[in-house]
């Protein structure tokens, strides 16, 4: 018998977000600076009545008690709740040097705070501490950071710029954790809980922006490296390492500190004016990245993902009809690369996404005046079957209630269920606008 699971959750987020600005130009507009201070809060909770759990017992090749039923469990009974303060405040100013050059620096000072309740009920998989139904943990930190950026671009001619900057970033902390069983959560709460600590990124950047023959063709190269600090990223975690009971699958998925990483990479976008009505864009991007730390990031895969290469490649074209208004035809071409939708790699829950394209297509006829269009459309042009996400549901609902061990796997080798997310077929439609 395979395993499924049902739950509910209660999500419930406030946001409030609020910025003052300062513009000016100084010293007969040779510089322009804009300061400032913005605040950001969230409050926002969950509740869970309880997650229901069948897990199988199958065995493969079959065993005599095979198709037998591990029973229903009742799981992950509880609710949070948590609230993040950001305040900050930055300045940033540019130095015209000439009419060609420009020096550009910026500051910015941020603290912020965050704080949890969290609550755990008995239940299949949580024993709190002996005479008590339930275990509640509070804990609060606060972060302040101070970012920078500096930037240079010089203008050789109007048709012609290049451009340097390094700048530094950070992210607040995050509190991503377990109750523990049988242990009062007094016990537990405060400094006890040590919050994943803030990542902190400084991303090297150099790049042109041209025009050439005429304004005719346009070439805009970047390439990038960014050094990433304590990355944040899901991560799979062990249930046993964590001290829970009656898990289905084996593992949870959480928030975890991954370590030190590096990205590198190139963006690149062009566009060709054939003739005055016909138009060729394209645009590109390429990343390669270096895990510091594999163990930390669950293996040599870096997740979440960014697919490399990918590309998109269009033609714009737009027969003029005087005073009937005009018809643009636009044609496409995408293409995204394979990328891992699992934390973890080499596991019975891991999945690579296969790499994809589609062609869309659309035609828009517009008034002289702009105020009426009408576009016939075409997404998924040649109606190609692909998915967009995937996920894999590992042996740990069956193969005996849990997840396959290696020792034995020649006799009862890995299976898992496969969930797509299947990309729309041919669309074809018709819209209608009209601009006041």
Request: contains cysteine; hydrophobic residues 35%.
């Amino acid at each position: 018998m395979t395993g499924f699971s049902v739950g509910s959750d209660d999500v419930k987020s406030k946001v409030v977000f609020q910025e003052f600005q300062l513009n000016a130009q100084l010293f007969d507009d040779r510089v322009d600076l804009v300061m400032g201070g913005n605040y950001f809060r969230e409050s926002s909770g969950s509740g869970n009545v309880g997650t229901v759990t069948r897990r199988g017992t199958s065995a493969f090749p079959a065993a005599a008690n095979g198709d037998a039923d591990a029973g229903l469990f009742v799981t992950g009974i509880g609710w949070s709740h948590g609230t993040a303060d950001s305040f900050g405040l930055f300045a940033s100013g540019t130095w015209h040097v000439t009419d060609k050059l420009n020096l550009t620096g910026g500051l910015r000072w941020g603290h912020d705070t965050k704080t949890l309740d969290q609550v755990s009920y008995r239940s299949a998989n949580f024993n709190p501490a002996p005479g008590t139904n339930f275990t509640e943990v509070t804990a609060d930190h606060r972060w302040s950071a101070t970012d920078w950026r500096g930037t240079i671009d010089y203008h050789f001619t109007e048709d012609a710029m290049i451009y340097g900057t390094v700048s530094k970033a950070y992210k607040a902390g995050a509190y991503s954790f377990t109750i523990l069983q049988n242990i009062p959560g007094p016990q537990q709460s405060g400094d006890f809980i040590k919050p994943i600590p803030p990542e902190k990124v400084i991303n090297y950047e150099i790049g042109a922006r041209t025009t050439w023959f005429n304004k005719r063709l346009r070439i805009n190269p970047t390439l990038f490296y960014m050094d990433w600090t304590s990355r944040q990223a899901p991560r799979q975690i062990s249930c046993v390492s964590e001290g829970i009971t009656a898990c289905p699958t084996g593992f949870r998925i959480n928030l975890v500190n991954t370590g030190d990483i590096t990205l590198k990479g190139l963006e690149l976008d062009a566009q060709l004016a054939v003739t005055r009505n016909f138009n060729i864009d394209f645009s590109m991007g390429i990343t390669d990245y270096e895990l510091k730390d594999p163990v930390a990031n669950g293996g040599p895969n870096l997740y979440p993902a960014q697919a490399s290469p990918s590309y998109t490649i269009g033609g714009n074209y737009v027969l003029a009809m005087g005073e009937r208004g005009d018809i643009n035809f636009n044609l496409s071409y995408s293409y995204l690369d394979d990328q891992p939708t699992h934390p973890e790699e080499g596991t019975d829950s891991s999945y690579q996404l296969p790499s994809y394209s589609v062609v869309n297509g659309r035609a828009t006829w517009r008034t002289q005046d702009r105020k009426i269009s009408v576009s016939v459309f075409a997404n998924n042009l040649l109606d190609k079957t692909y998915a967009t996400y995937g996920t894999s549901a590992g042996g740990g609902f069956w193969d005996a209630g849990g997840p396959p061990n290696p020792a034995n796997a020649a006799q009862f080798p890995l299976r898992r269920a496969l969930s797509l997310t299947m990309a729309r077929p041919r669309e074809v439609g018709v819209t209608l606008q009209y601009n006041f």
